[in-house]
């Protein structure tokens, strides 16, 4: 887009020009749903997009309006959106009834492709959600080791149920967050992402920890980065301190490659929890791991252990509605380069990028791995250069700081030009993901950050 069309707008006027169904919806939201939303993730100033439709990598909002998608269903859709075969057995299995209360053939198929693909799976129990599935896997851990209190690691994110609240966004001190008990707080110790030192020391001084739960690529996908090196010796640390190691993979699983982060480093953790993929794009999750932890689940191994069983239903567990996508999205992945499609297309894009940052002067990188980007706006103008940036040299709280004013107008700036990203500018890429929209997305950030400029935002 020229300078002179930019004269006389700006990005906010321009995306309230472009979106007016959404900005009715939104209006209307407000006021039947606290904040007009249903996911934190999704409020954004002065309101996000109301989708209609989703393809491939492309998603269409309510005005018609067509974006190349890198939300990509908050990491579910590593196929893109409505793959053909996945939409065909979903509709299959609707078509034969949502809800059985009872196990059905499907559940033992999808429990079958989760034990083949995830290193770390011996048996599997499926839930409705990412939260759930930690939730389950710290309770696994309580219950096999006896011992109550958990290791996370600041800035990492795990669902929203109560061990997890504090130390995401706020409260790294550990304190509980509002509407949480502080029992519950106080029995989860937060530690820095990647300080070895710390994780020993805690580990040596501290004999009631039951476990550590990691996402092993870092934060937000590594938006805040973990070595594999640390991985290593997370994995020997606990083994030496009887503490169950969780990876959680909620988003990395099926995505960093078909077997996961685990199989992509090679490090096996004891438990595993699982979201997002799993299920094909529907709702759904699972906790899966070590035989003898999961077997604090099983009636007949509990009670020959004369232990108590951990109870757990759920109305929509391994629902088959989900059963039936989440099989034909782990075929595919399973079969075809699907992972590696996605981790080239966000490589592309990642070097597009910065080729743009480096030709306009931006001291901004666009940093990641595997099939994601992350847009550091570098707020203290720290000597960088764009494509060269190695975030482990930089404090985790810069890298997980909160979305600001200029990272939401990067992304209203990048829906003007047919792109939607996450509130920080970034995201994650799909085996949908081609040259063509790589090239078209490239193009967008370099009008975006004329824009920005243009407003003054940078
Ligand atoms: N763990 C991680 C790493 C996640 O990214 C998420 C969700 O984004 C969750 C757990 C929670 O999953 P869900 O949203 O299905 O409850």
Redesign the pocket.
Known sequence: MSETTLSNSTILADYKAKTPGSAALAEEARQLLPSGIAHDARHLDPYALYCARGEGPYKWDVDGNRYVDYYGG??ALLLGHSRPEVVAAAEQALSEGTQYGANHPREVAWAKAVCRMVPSAERVRFTS???EA?LMALRLSRAFTGRSKIIRFKSM???WHDHMASGVSDHFDGSPTTGVLAGIAGGVVLLPPGDADALKACLDNDPDIAAIII?PTGASFGQVPVTPEFLSILRAETARHGVVLIF?E??TGFRVSPGGAQAAFGITPDLT?L??IVAGGLPG?AVCGRRDIMDGLDFAATAAAKREKIGHPGTFNANPVSAASGIAALEIIETTDACDRANKAAADLRAGMNDVLAKKGVPWAVYGTFSSFHVFTNPENLDLTPGNLDPLSLPWERLSAKSGRVTGRLRLAFALNGVDTNNKGGGLTSAAHGAAEIEHTVAAFSDAIDRLRHDGEI
Request: net charge negative; no cysteine.
């Open positions: 908050h990491g959600s990412g939260t930690t994110f795990h669902g996402e959680d909620v988003v929890t979201a997002k999750g």
